[in-house]
Nanobody
Framework: QVQLVESGGGLVQAGGSLRLSCAVS????????MGWFRQAPGKEREFVAT????????YYADSVKGRFTISRDNAKNTVYLKMNSLKPEDTAVYYC?????????????????WGQGTQVTVSS
């Protein structure tokens, strides 16, 4: 059974920073592609960032490129999302996701495992 648990969300002022963590239980984490998605109220879930099993390949949504950084520590079974220069439009519930069948992907349909989400609120 694979479980994903996000943490690190909270309330921050515009221009501030947060680091989200996603702890993954279960075997073979180091083989998983991991992704971060977000969903704002009244909007569809959208892709934020993805990383391959080794951490050597990453891909970002245009809206966060240059501000957010995805990384992973396979020894700790954890993936991170460092968010800098936060904007009010970054306010959303952030979800991490994992897949053992892909290199990495921006499509939610490719992910098998999901966390429960963590709220990020950016005030103006």
């Amino acid at each position: 059974q694979v479980q994903l648990v996000e943490s690190g969300g909270g309330l921050v002022q515009a221009g501030g920073s947060l680091r989200l963590s996603c702890a993954v239980s279960g075997r073979a984490f180091s083989r998983y592609a991991m992704g971060w998605f977000r969903q704002a109220p009244g909007k569809e879930r959208e892709f934020v960032a993805t990383i391959n099993w080794s951490g050597g390949s990453t891909y970002y949504a245009d809206s966060v490129k240059g501000r957010f950084t995805i990384s992973r520590d396979n020894a700790k079974n954890t993936v991170y999302l460092k968010m800098n220069s936060l904007k009010p439009e970054d306010t959303a519930v952030y979800y991490c996701a994992g897949s053992n069948g892909i290199l990495y992907s921006s499509s939610a349909d490719h992910y098998h495992y999901w966390g429960q989400g963590t709220q990020v609120t950016v005030s103006s």
